[in-house]
């Protein structure tokens, strides 16, 4: 990739931003990469000290003709914090809690809050936020709106858009506005923004007959821009910006619904002889009302045994040699009643012909876990999970880009066995962990990206994999969100006309004319962006033109972007 110099940009910045503002070359080689196997120098990197200063920042970018990208803890997986442009760092600085409503359980913050510290702030009052992912010691809050995260207890709590109230956000043209629950004359929108509110419904209002034939039906869809939201009786605008990955709007001040803390919890470890058999218990166990179901395979059994942190946990709760099991939290309020339910749970174990004196894939049963610390214990573990994967001493190593399908419960236990199938004709095999109970497990293919076999490899499989998601009316992004990796996958999930949609709600939240060219929010199947509008000025990994896989086919969804600079930079 060419590097580009911009000291006009870099001087104009330096004398109106206090926060920081980084050009020079490590710093640049530092935000060139995120959780993902992409890596893109950026032009520079601003930390704006304050929300006036974020604003300022962008004008800047604007005049000078530089796409911005917000980005908050770097854990994306699929490329959505990288890019050739303006990076606006918001975790350096803006993390403050700007409203807290203990009352009404709710809360406003800024984009740059991390989840953990959050929720130490909200403890002492009783409350949560419960989108609990497993990147929640450095995961920002405007991150998780813009992937439209969602957490291991998603069954109870749901995902970003189901606990967003409201989000505040500055569109291109450096106009503010609020974006919330709208009455349908638009009565309560303000003069200067009722016609985005009122192009926003008629958009979904003409293509409602295709959302209801085209979006997957199930929890675990973080794909495309979320245009259902705009078929609701009261439509809540700020819905559609949770999932648009900072293609639309950046956020300046997030509206949160607060839960009360979870009380003592029952935990039951489900033992398995056989992975198909756990996959085919899922659907049987969630009608118990668990708060979560997670998975642990046998591959991440054998890895966390050789490390010592983890050695003593399993030692506590895993029986024999199972192919996997299901950890089943039960969180009501009352013990007594968790209790119950973890006793049902036994029950239907043998119903389903499980037990421990039995051999083979019917080989299991449920060891109970009661006791906080080994919850916790359990939990740090299961969190743990990609780590621990990534400890496989070998050349290959897990790679994430169809990690997060989600397919119906009904059809988890057929979609495994095949995606394993899958694998093996590709010469190699999946790990596989994490949320069971809405069918959106985290699977990585073992490859080793050095081998230009592998390469290719690893496109095919993206290919038959999001095929096969398909088959099963599932989503191809069920948790990580589209950035690089799965942007290009659009059409042939959602169909033409979905995507011309996706493009036409872009443009509607774009600038006016003053503002500046720069790549459109999504990537076509055939790697091609998007019309880009003049107005267009945010950063779009959702499309990022210079990816390997816009110029060939063969190579892999995740393919580095670029070689330079040397990983070893950050």
Known sequence: ?????????????????????????????????????????????????????????????????????????????????????????????????????????????????????LNRALKSHG???????????????????ANNSCGARSLRYGTMRDNVLAIDAVLADGISAHFGPIASDLSDVPADLRDLAKNLLALGAREAAEIEARFPKVQRRVGGYNLDALLANAPNLSHLLVGSEGTLAFSTRIELKLWPLLGRRAVGACHFGGFRQAMEAVRHIVELGPIAVELVDRTMIELARDIAMFRPTLQQFVRGEPDAILLVEFGEDDFAENQ??????????????????????????????LEGALQTAIADLRTSGLNVMMSMKEAGKPVSFVE?????????????????????????????????????????????????????AMRAIAEEAFALVRAYKGSHSGEHGDGIVRSEFHEQMFGSRLVRAFEATNETCSATPRAIAARSGKRRSTGRPIRARAADCWARSRCATTTAPAANRSAAPCARASASPARSAT
């Open 340 to 369: 119950r339910r973890l006793a049902r749970l036994h029950a239907l174990m043998g119903d389903l012909g499980f037990s421990w004196d039995k051999a083979g894939a019917r080989y299991g049963g449920v060891v109970d876990v």
């Open 127 to 145: 409350l949560w936020f419960p989108v609990d992912i497993s990147t929640a010691s450095r995961a920002t809050i405007g991150g998780m709106a």
């Open 404 to 456: 997060d399908c989600a397919v119906p419960l009904e059809h988890l236990a057929e979609y495994t066995a095949r995606l394993t199938e899958l694998f093996e004709r590709h010469g190699t095999r999946g790990t596989w962990y994490a949320h069971a109970s809405v069918g959106c497990l985290h699977v990585r293919p073992v490859l080793n990206l050095r081998l230009d076999q592998d390469v290719k």
């Open 1 to 117: 990739m060419t590097t580009r110099l911009m000291p006009g940009l870099e001087r104009r910045l330096t004398a109106e931003i206090s926060g920081g503002v980084l050009f020079d070359a490590f710093s640049r080689g530092r935000y060139a990469t995120d959780a993902s196997h992409y890596q893109m120098l950026p032009v520079g990197t601003v930390l704006p000290r304050t929300i006036a200063e974020a604003e300022r920042a962008i004008a800047i970018a604007r005049a000078e003709g530089v796409s911005v990208l917000p980005r908050g803890g770097g854990t994306s997986q699929c490329g959505q914090a990288v890019n050739a442009s303006l990076v606006i760092d918001c975790s350096r600085h803006l993390d403050r809690m700007l409203e807290f409503d203990v009352a009404g359980r709710r809360c406003a913050v800024e984009p740059g809050i991390v989840l953990d510290d």
